[in-house]
């Protein structure tokens, strides 16, 4: 119930605090006062401190009335969040410009999450070694200029993902092996007249199917990584909106 308000306020057992237990509460009360609020003077604090003193209750309850508090002694879980409540405030008043620059664990985590998944959102594009950079490699992987770096970079790296990786030099590197092919089952559609340049002819007509086929694929492969890059809309942080 307790635990965020004494771990803010780095009590040593912030898990374990027990309020009901007397003696471990007349210890908090005093760490309390000692530590954090210092309502008192130090040579006013004696009974407060006495806490073996039949006396006790009657000096907490001139102390809660002393320092404002709405609840009655018996009612010592409101009292309890009371104090620390108060004690909060004294320590971040006592250290406003150490705490006034914090952030919250969420909102760092936030942060570096959206850091993460945009990890060129802090590039320099006018840095004329960006550009560079950029330009050789795109000059070296045969990709087509583009207007602005950035696309350039992305199509870059898909490339990379899609054909540069280990599997994929794996792939790209093993031996094709054909499969036998009846050229009986094949018409040509004309005669030569020769039953060799006929053979020849349907072996080349075949070839250039494959040939087609292979193209068809690379055509599809760069509608999808041209797709990949314009469909998905851009911060341009040049002009401070969303879109293109």
């Known amino acids: 119930m307790f635990r965020r308000k004494l771990s803010a306020l780095d009590y040593h057992n912030p898990a374990g605090f027990n309020c009901r237990d007397e003696t471990e509460f007349r210890n908090f009360i005093v760490w309390l006062e000692d530590q954090k609020i210092r309502h008192y003077k130090i040579e006013d604090r004696g009974n407060l401190r006495n806490i073996h003193s039949e006396d006790w209750p009657k000096s ?33 008043g006592d250290n406003a410009d150490k705490y ?48 602005d770096y950035l696309v350039m ?4 790296r898909i490339l990379v993902q899609e054909r540069l990786t280990q599997d994929a030099i794996a792939k790209a590197s093993q ?28 072996i080349l007509r075949l070839l250039h199917i494959e040939e087609l086929r292979e193209l068809q694929t690379k055509i599809n ?16 942080h040049r002009l401070g909106k969303v879109g293109r």
């Open 100 to 147: 006034k620059d914090s952030t919250p664990d969420g909102a760092k985590n936030a942060d570096n999450t959206a850091k993460n998944a945009e990890p060129l959102i802090n590039l320099d594009v006018n840095n004329p070694d960006f550009k560079a950079g950029v330009m050789a490699l795109a000059n070296l992987l045969q990709i087509q200029r583009h207007d």
């Open 221 to 236: 492969e760069a509608i999808v990584a041209v797709q990949a890059i314009i469909a998905d809309p851009k911060t341009d």
């Open 175 to 202: 031996s094709k092996e054909g499969l036998p092919v009846a050229l009986e089952k094949h018409i040509l559609g004309f005669d030569t007249g020769d039953a060799v340049i006929n053979e020849a002819a349907q």
């Open 153 to 156: 970079l992305k199509a870059i």
């Open 60 to 92: 907490f309850e001139k102390y809660m009335k002393d320092v404002n508090c709405p609840f009655k002694i018996q009612e010592r879980q409101e009292t309890v969040d009371w104090l620390l409540g108060l004690a909060v405030r004294l320590e971040y």
